[in-house]
């Protein structure tokens, strides 16, 4: 080589050493939304690779004249390579002057003076919680590998048939693999919808790696308790999101347990306390790992001894399904199944149907379904014969939406993706008369009939289905 082609090489490396020592991420991505500690907040986040400022641009009419400004918290992966980001948080109140309109359209975009995204929007609910009657998407297990239902999802939000998504838990397969770069690709993927509703979550046994790290820095919900478990309004409706997976996930500790269950249970009666329910008639649960499933596998949602349920063996501790039947959740809804399930009431592996003609009008438990298809690269589940406790199942990908009417009328349908859209269960939950409990959950209180009873206890001491079966 001449020293022409030396000195060329030599700059050409350099180039290249510059180019690549020098690259900055100042750039805003992974933009989501979500509700915010106070109802009708508005929480903003993203991520940015170097530290900038957090500033959301917004306004109606298309015009971004309003500024507000967050802060920014460092996240770093557990993985060798130490990857880092930063997550960034603007939230968005009523209260602030001159700011958040009901019924209104605002658009906005996010970053610093070091880069701008793309221009986004979000309607803002109506000035009369009350009267909201909010359209819901909601499912689990959706990855970053066939994310079949996305397309479908994304194509539905921007054309406004969505107030909120709800995610129910198995996020990316995995957040933290790759170094966190499935989690933030899986964060850029679902930006198309969760950059224009609020995209509201529960946590999932697929994002366990580093005490639940990526899950609990990635998102923004309300509460203290990193998004592990939180409630949120929306007009008539009280949601709770739970972390089912400190029941199996014991070697992270008891103790976080051991709040949950406390939160749950004050949470639950200031919930159903006449004067709440009277506003919020509807209580509807969050959690990952189904109560009961008849899928063809080992899961414990096959176990009548499921921990969530039954309570930890052998003192019952922690038990969920009498907790939640005494407060009168109306609907509990559940994922990590790949499949669609919906139960009649049920208490206790017994059916408590309003009516042999109208089984969901004025039923007297809760009801589950199971809503994990929306899709993963661990593909769908089958089924085992059908249980007398389970109305409908379907193992084609796709995802629920639930329509709150009004104080007496809800309605759910399950949407096929495999089969291009067609709702392939249509339903709706009614409650002609305001009720606060179910029959047996006064008895429940005055007898202090809570699961670590004995008569409760010895249900099922041989881990069979209990002899009754109460079919109204
Ligand atoms: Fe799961």
Redesign the pocket.
Known sequence: MNSAGWTSLVLWSACFIALSCGTVRYQPEQIHLSYGEKERSIVITWSTGNETDSVVKYGGGGQLLQTKTGSSTLFVDGGQQKASQYIHRVTLYYEDPDSLQPETKYFYHVGSDRGWSAVYWFVTPPEKLNDWAPSIAIY??MGNVNAQSLPRLQAETQAGVYDAIIHV??FAYNMDDYEGQVGDEFMRQIETIAAYVPYMTTV???ESAYNFSHYRARFSMPGPYENMFFSFNMGPIHFISFSTEYYYYLHYGFKMLVKQYEWLENDLKEASHPANRTVRPWIITLG??PMYCSNKDDDDCTQIKNRLRYGITPLRLFALEDLFYKYGVDLEVW??EHSYERMWPLHNYTVYNGSYDRPYTNPEAPVHIVV?SAGCQERVDHFNPLPHWSAFRSSDYGYSRIKVHNATHLNLQQVSDDLDGEIIDDWWLVKEMPRIRFPLAEKMMEDDHLPSSRSRRDDFSNNSLPPVVQIR
């Open positions: 689990g297990d838990g198995d999932g046994n697929h990952h790992r994922a990590h994990g």
